[in-house]
């Protein structure tokens, strides 16, 4: 299976400054890649898809990029709602598989 | 608006078994893919099984092969996961989830709330 690695596992961020996060596949997965917004006793929410699409009412400060085995999630200024738990997940092989999480968390 | 409602959870013992229910309404549940995720206490997600808009293609991850059963009735809009000989590893949030497009191989774009499953002596 295709293991899914994310990084940092905590991101340390004030409001208002740019959040990079880092997913690592272990095998190709062209842009099937995937985002997802996790707070607490929710569900996760969809947030990027193919990599770099916005699901639908995402804001724009949400970006990805990235192809094969490389991607990255970026928040360009953090609003005090987007502290959270994001999780990468590839659905380009089967079984689809999620990472481990980056928990974003306020400096 | 696409809902996804899951029930069935519970506290049950080990090797014991309970059935999750997930009504789904705001969309055409006959023509998507669906899935059961689920996430320990404290954990990340973890894909369980999906199955096809008909029904007649089912998956599942080794860890539940051969004790789980996805089904759909798509008369009801629902979807159901049969879990049989459950342990403590199974405890968890099962959510539902309803891909993006008709795919098999897309994101998950709804989800349910989730329902808790406790196994536990």
């Known amino acids: 299976e295709t293991v899914m690695t994310q990084s940092p596992a905590t991101l340390s961020v004030s409001p208002g400054e740019r959040a990079t996060l880092s997913c690592r596949a272990s095998?190709?997965?062209?842009?099937?890649l995937a985002w997802y917004q996790q707070k607490p006793g929710q569900a996760p929410r969809l947030l990027i898809y193919g990599a770099s699409t916005r699901a639908t009412g995402i804001p724009g400060r949400f970006s990805g990029s990235g192809s094969g085995t490389e991607f990255t999630l970026t928040i360009s200024s953090l609003q005090s709602e987007d502290f959270a738990v994001y999780y990468c997940?590839?659905?380009?092989?089967?079984?689809?598989?999620f990472g481990q999480g980056t928990k974003v968390e306020i400096k | 608006e696409v809902q996804l409602v899951e029930s069935g959870g519970g506290l049950v013992q080990p090797g014991g078994s309970l059935r999750l229910s997930c009504a789904a309404s705001?969309?055409?549940?006959?023509?998507?893919?669906m899935h059961w995720v689920r996430q320990g206490p404290g954990k990340g997600l973890v894909w369980v099984s999906r199955?096809?808009?008909?029904?007649?293609?089912?998956n599942y991850a080794d860890s539940v092969e051969g004790r789980f059963t996805v089904s759909r009735d798509n008369a009801k809009n629902t979807l159901y996961l049969q879990m049989n000989s459950l342990r403590v590893e199974d405890t968890a949030v099962y959510y539902c989830a309803r891909v993006l497009g008709r795919s098999s191989n897309s994101p998950f774009e709804n989800w349910g709330q989730g329902t808790l499953v406790t196994v536990s002596s």
């Open positions: 199955i096809n808009s008909d029904g007649s293609t089912t």
């Open positions: 095998q190709t997965v062209s842009n099937n």
């Open positions: 997940q590839q659905y380009n092989n089967w079984p689809q598989t």
């Open positions: 705001g969309f055409t549940f006959s023509s998507h893919w």
